[in-house]
């Protein structure tokens, strides 16, 4: 028996701003961050459990702050009993009456509870010596189905009926695991698209994309029409006619809005429209889903929990979900979304645009395909290129696939000189950022670090 003796938190940024990387129509200047987690315990094998919350900077201490509310539930509590019965571990920290009216079951408490919750799950794999798509692959559908709160959601799904698309899909698990093993799960790239890119750096990015293997790419859309004609119009010429490019407006728009502005990029045959209006609008997803048919309506990185989800699916709000590893408490609540998704015949793409998402979504994908829907063709997981560097399981992305990571856990553990060096605002690049601040302050000249002034090793950090 084992007792957790330490929960810490780390408030890790990246400066990913200074190069655009990450910008959109709503968040213009993102830097990629992580409100981190690390849970430890006395059983001397050496396993620790790692989780974060994914955020875009400002806010960043806020998400850590909710963890570090969390660590009563944790400290010198018997891990054993925890990690044997994830399920009635998520309720207890996701029922708490107290934390629970901040939300309920949404917000930065519902985050945060999603990465303690991911960091257990992170330490249950490695102490099974398994990746964690494997691990939940192997569970049985009784297993399976008692991680799920299925409170809210049984009007759509229920406990029985999730048992029958478990058990529907058990015969086949280990020729799918094969069938992964040799080819891997597709992706497609956002690389190329970031909004603050210039038009030359799209064309170059996007050959590079289709050089690399994948089949589609995205393309950051919403501030301003005749831009985005301009830059659909390079990225069809590069990419050519048979690549798929979808288009992500990030909730820029309203709901007619949304719609008149698709009619001017409809002509470029656009694979989806993502987040085109706020992630809470169901009726309005419905109604630009309708409005901008056959092009399918994309949507998920913010949608808050899986009882949002099930109304989408209902109301026909979506035709690609996007699930995404740290927005909604964590692996239990997706794979109650993965559970809806097959039982109305959605197809799941995640959401991986941020600082380790790549890494910890891929295991919630390959778990789909070999336990639930059974499916991959037409599903792809989103691939950007930053910051991979810095885990200790980076993803293997190669031939437009990404490949099944064999190393045990859930992929979200960082290198600890990344954290260090990373964390805010003490950490050895910040006080270095800070220090040329102040220096060009103190010579007349104004702003933080900018990328001319960054060590070119540091450049290959961020």
Not at 380 to 403: K, Q, S
Request: aromatic residues 8%; glycine residues 8%; contains cysteine.
């Amino acid at each position: 028996m084992s007792t957790i003796i330490a929960v810490e938190t780390s408030d890790v940024r990246f400066p990913t701003s200074r190069n655009l990387d990450g910008s959109d129509a709503m968040n213009p200047d993102p830097d990629y961050s992580a409100a981190y987690v690390r849970v430890v315990t006395d059983s001397g094998d050496g396993h620790e459990g790692h989780g974060f919350v994914f955020t875009i900077g400002r806010g960043n201490d806020v998400e850590t702050a909710a963890i570090k509310a969390l660590t009563p539930y944790l400290l010198g509590r018997n891990a054993e009993e925890l990690l044997g019965n994830m399920g009635a571990t998520w309720k207890e920290l996701a029922h708490d009456s107290q934390l629970r009216w901040l939300g309920p079951e949404k917000g930065v408490m519902h985050m945060a509870i999603g990465a303690v919750v991911n960091a257990l799950w992170d330490l249950k794999s490695k102490r099974a010596g398994l990746p964690l798509w494997r691990l939940l692959a192997q569970m049985s559908p009784e297993e399976l189905v008692d991680l799920v709160d299925f409170r809210y959601l049984s009007d759509a799904l229920t406990p029985a009926e999730a048992l029958e698309i478990l058990r529907a899909a058990e015969p086949g698990r280990a020729g799918r695991t094969a069938t992964l093993l040799a080819e891997g799960y597709p992706g497609y790239t956002t690389t190329p698209g970031w909004l603050g890119y210039s038009d030359e750096k799209l064309t170059r990015l996007a050959h590079e994309a289709v050089a690399a293997g994948f089949k589609q790419i995205k393309l950051k859309v919403g501030a301003d029409l005749a831009d985005d004609v301009r830059r659909l119009r390079a990225a069809r010429a590069a990419v050519g006619p048979d690549i798929l490019v979808a288009v992500d407006a990030n909730q820029r728009w309203d709901v007619e809005q949304a719609i008149e502005w698709m009619k001017h990029l409809a002509p470029f045959d656009i694979a989806w429209v993502e987040e085109p209006t706020s992630p809470d609008d169901i009726l309005g997803h419905a109604a630009i889903a309708r409005g901008v048919a056959p092009i399918p309506v994309a949507t998920g990185e913010h949608v808050q929990n899986r009882v949002v989800f099930k109304q989408m699916l209902q109301a026909n709000a979506l035709q690609v979900l996007q699930i995404d590893a740290a927005r909604v408490a964590g692996v239990n609540e997706n794979v109650a979304i993965l559970l809806l998704a097959a039982k109305f015949g959605v197809r799941v793409c995640p959401h991986a645009g941020g600082v380790g998402l790549c890494e910890a979504v891929q295991h919630l994908s390959m778990f789909d395909f070999v336990a639930v829907s059974g499916l991959k063709h037409d599903r792809m997981i989103e691939f950007v290129d930053h910051l991979h560097e810095h885990f200790v399981t980076p993803i293997d992305v190669h031939d437009g696939c990404y490949w099944p990571p064999q190393a045990p856990g859930g992929g979200s553990e960082m290198h600890a000189a990344s954290v260090a060096e990373y964390t805010f605002p003490h950490g050895a690049f910040w006080v270095a950022d800070a220090a040329v601040s102040a220096a060009r302050a103190h010579s007349g000249h104004s702003g933080a670090l900018v990328e001319a002034e960054i060590d070119p090793t540091e450049k290959e950090l961020v």
